[in-house]
């Protein structure tokens, strides 16, 4: 049975939750590996909203076990939170939710953390979350993290909280805050990696589902514009202990254009009406923070990248019906540095910022996209879109995704996807 990386290949936001959702009912395991709760992901199941954090959106499929791998930093107050929402809707938990021992906590400490230094770095702040994911990563750094299984050992707890506490200077009262929370999650708290190792040796499909994006990878992203987690397909065996031998394959998940939330170098971003124009028709919002994203033109570089960076064996594109109304849309195909032409993302922060996009302009449809049920139904001057994509980032697509419907979405011929899951052809009947 083929496990299976699903990651962003862009900012962030891409549409990850669709294609995670789409995917679940065919694999027996969901394990998120990297981020927090700075991840937000919202499923409309028939007339029930779910607001997910932190838990993998396969919870919500009967029989599909979900991991939060050691990768990934949980407050406690948070996963409490989405767990009694779930639990109060009739959601199973028990048997099917896991969470590694090795998981850091994010504490009140880091939130308070977070802001502070944001508030400090001023015009040069990151444009964080807020939600004290990178301060738990800094702590889990530097060796003095409080970890879940530490939840289970009063005594251990403690000892690394009052060092903690003391270092950080806040109040022992959260000690009593973190005592309510073992409560609830002890059930849940295992050794992930073992569970995933035997659930594979059983054949179980696992699918590791990515939180932010390529882009936003503390090695590999626009540093230090990134979260704190290694967010690319590396990240998955860091962040599950599953090892790379066993993983099958990796999916890309691309948005038909671009957006990026907070701070740093986005060298497509658009200004004026058209961004204007892209944003209300993508609703391009944070649904963690809420605030508006930055829109800009697909970057085909940032696109090669993805593919190289991920080993991507295809890539789901979503939103394209958002373009459905463009006269001319531009594909940023190489940038221009100091009179080079640069077709490989650089490594150099300076040069990203000062990095202007070499455009290629494409006749947009100006027709609908939404319904297609497969490319052939599709304008021809979307398709030519689509393939001059496929060429430039030296990935085909899987999927075409033309609206947040499940079946406002187009299975592209003779896929990767479609290989190892055969049966997705079906459920989008
Ligand atoms: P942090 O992860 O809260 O530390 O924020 C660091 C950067 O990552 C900021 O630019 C955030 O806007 C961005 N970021 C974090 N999570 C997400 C996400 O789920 N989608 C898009 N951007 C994110």
Redesign the pocket.
Known sequence: MPNIVVV?TQ???EGKGKVVDMLAPHVNVVARFA??N????TVVVGREKYVLHSIPSGILHPGCRCVIGCGVVVDPGSLIEEMEALVRRGVQLDGNLFISKNAHLIMPYHPAL?LASEAKLGKRR?????????PAYVDKAARVGIRMADLLNERLFREKLELNVAQKNRLLREIYDAETFTVEVAPYITDTALLLSRWMEAGYSVMFEG???TM?DIDHGTYP?????STTAGGACTGTGVPPTKIHGVVGVSKAYT??????PFPTEMTGAIAETIRARGHEY????G?P?RCGWFDAVVGRYATRINGLDTVALTKLDVLDQCETLKVCVAYRHRGETLTDFPEDETVVAAAEPIYEEIEGWRAPTAGAKNEADLPAKARRYLERLEELIGTRFCLISTGAQRDETILCEDSPLTRWFPSVRSSLM
Do not use: K, M
């Open positions: 962003g900012w962030g936001d981020g927090g700075n991840a937000g992901h977070d990151i444009g964080t979350t807020g939600r004290g994911v990178g939180a932010q994006a936003l514009y990134i979260t704190s987690s957006t990026r939330v907070g701070g740093g944070g649904a963690t923070t605030r994203r």
